[in-house]
């Protein structure tokens, strides 16, 4: 298996642009989740899916940000409008229900 | 989950044994302790995990005290590519039905020495 595949690695957009991130979770896996990370406040969830329903988006910044996971291969991640504050790294991650968390590679933003 | 706390960074001379400690002393009786740690531009990674036996994969081992207060992750033969960052997490169990997100700290910056 190829992994969590996330696309971009990277991004630089202007601010007031709309972004979005892309992610297709490993096969099978019925869990997925989406991390920020950033210098100041490390690596925080935004939400998390299972079987495509969001359980819980109690991390999502504001209403900016909004997930959608429309089928088990293929989750987005959207920011509009995007500012320079959402600059970040921003992880995919998938598990099974009974293995471990497995991480993409992460999608690089930068909002200028 | 339970808090836990970390030395914010340690060195290590390579080949030789890497201990990173971890403690946990508001640790429940039905929460595990796993690790992660994240090299450098990539995403974190899945190291172990244990309730209160110690543990051993082929990564690293994981000793937990008797009274599940402390955790020692050790890599036996520390490498250059070894260099990360270490995330000691505590939560319950995958197989327990509950949530199933990870909650990061800062974590330990291992850094192994030629």
């Known amino acids: 298996d190829a992994g969590v595949i996330q696309s971009p690695r990277h991004e630089v957009t202007e601010m007031g642009q709309e972004v979005t991130l892309r992610c297709k979770p490993i096969?099978?896996?019925?869990?997925l989740f989406w991390y920020r990370q950033t210098m100041m406040r490390g690596l925080e969830l935004l939400i998390y899916?299972?079987?495509?329903?969001?359980?819980?988006d109690s991390g999502m910044p504001e209403d900016r940000f909004s997930a959608k996971m429309p089928n088990a291969s293929f989750s987005t991640l959207k920011i509009q409008p995007s500012e320079p504050r959402d600059s970040a790294v921003y992880f995919c991650?998938?598990?099974?229900?009974?293995?471990?968390?497995?991480f993409g590679q992460g999608t690089r933003l930068t909002v200028v | 989950d339970a808090k836990t706390t970390q030395p914010p960074s340690m060195d290590c001379a390579e080949g030789r044994a890497a201990n990173l400690p971890c403690n946990h002393s508001?640790?429940?009786?039905?929460?595990?302790v796993y690790w992660y740690r994240q090299i450098h531009s990539q995403g974190p990674q899945y190291i172990i995990h244990?309730?209160?036996n110690n543990e051993t994969n082929e990564m690293a081992s994981l000793i937990i005290t008797e009274d599940r207060k402390s955790s020692t992750l050790i890599l036996p033969h520390a490498t250059l590519r070894d260099t990360a960052v270490y995330y000691c997490?505590?939560?319950?169990?995958?197989?327990?039905?509950?949530?199933?997100?990870?909650?990061f700290g800062s974590g330990t910056q291992l850094t192994v020495l030629p």
């Open positions: 508001t640790i429940s009786g039905n929460e595990y």
């Open positions: 899916f299972n079987n495509n329903v969001p359980i819980d």
């Open positions: 096969s099978g896996h019925d869990y």
């Open positions: 244990g309730l209160k």
């Open positions: 991650a998938s598990s099974g229900s009974y293995t471990e968390a497995f």
């Open positions: 997490i505590v939560r319950l169990s995958i197989s327990s039905g509950s949530a199933r997100q990870l909650t």
